[in-house]
């Protein structure tokens, strides 16, 4: 119902910026009758074609593309399982590509250590945000020897409308309701109430989730040369993901 809801003030919000404006501009916050319960894992292409422009076909664009979104996250919420509650995580996916997970539950620690050199569109995800979050990784092709590394690794939040990702040729780019921009060394920018991101002066991404109950996330993306590292450190959030189900 609430997703319904969601879906409903979109649309209408949709026929009054087509009407009289194109400043879709941040929108970091959705109806605020979506609870930390009920959020959605982002199931949905994590690397989708930018436009180079923005005309009204391209406002138009981005506002279907955000309804479909919302359908997705319906679908997904209905059969999605409960996320365990970690007090304390810590996870990567680095060199070609090494995936490791640390986390403590209040009933003991669950830890992994595995080699991928496959994508994971859901390399870790979080319920405990309103919009959802969720990381994605997209390999290189494979070498002559079949190596991979992570070619792109992107940031997924307020429900699929706002990412944040970074190459292998270490160009940044942040994507907010269809319009995408680049991330200059040195420039940070507050992406909603919650929500940051600061491009350091060696090139590094580091984007910050807090929710209201106190929970974080912060995602690390690094340039290593052939590929991007992940790293991740969260506080007091629920998780999910192929870190979290390993293989």
């Known amino acids: 119902m609430q997703i319904q809801q969601s879906i409903a003030s979109l649309i209408g919000g949709a026929i009054d910026d087509s009407i009289g404006s194109d400043a879709v501009a941040g929108a970091p916050d959705r109806p605020s009758a979506w ?14 074609s930018w436009p180079s422009t923005a005309g009204a076909a391209g406002g138009l664009g981005a506002i ?17 399982s409960a996320q365990p509650f970690f007090n304390s995580a810590q996870g990567s996916s680095q060199g070609d590509p090494h995936l490791a997970f640390d986390g403590t539950t209040g009933t003991g620690t669950q830890q992994a250590r595995f080699d991928s050199m496959d994508d994971h569109p859901d390399l870790l995800d979080s319920n405990s945000f309103r919009g959802g979050f969720q990381i994605a990784t997209e390999v290189t092709r494979p070498d002559a020897n079949g190596v991979t590394f992570n070619r792109r690794a992107a940031v997924t939040t307020n429900f699929g409308a706002t990412q944040v990702s970074l190459d292998n040729h270490g160009q ?76």
């Open 64 to 80: 279907l593309s955000q309804i479909m979104n919302l359908l997705q996250q319906l679908m997904s919420a209905l059969g999605a």
């Open 35 to 48: 609870n930390a319960g009920h959020m959605d894992k982002i199931r949905r292409s994590p690397f989708p």
């Open 172 to 247: 940044a780019r942040i994507t907010r309701n269809g319009k995408s921009t680049l991330l200059s060394a040195g420039q940070s920018l507050q992406l909603g109430r919650s929500e940051s991101v600061v491009r350091n002066a060696d090139g590094s991404v580091v984007i910050s989730e807090t929710n209201e109950s106190g929970g974080s996330i912060t995602t690390t993306l690094r340039d290593s040369g052939p590929g991007v590292d992940v790293s991740v450190a969260a506080q007091a959030v629920q998780l999910g993901g192929d870190l979290v189900r390993h293989p």
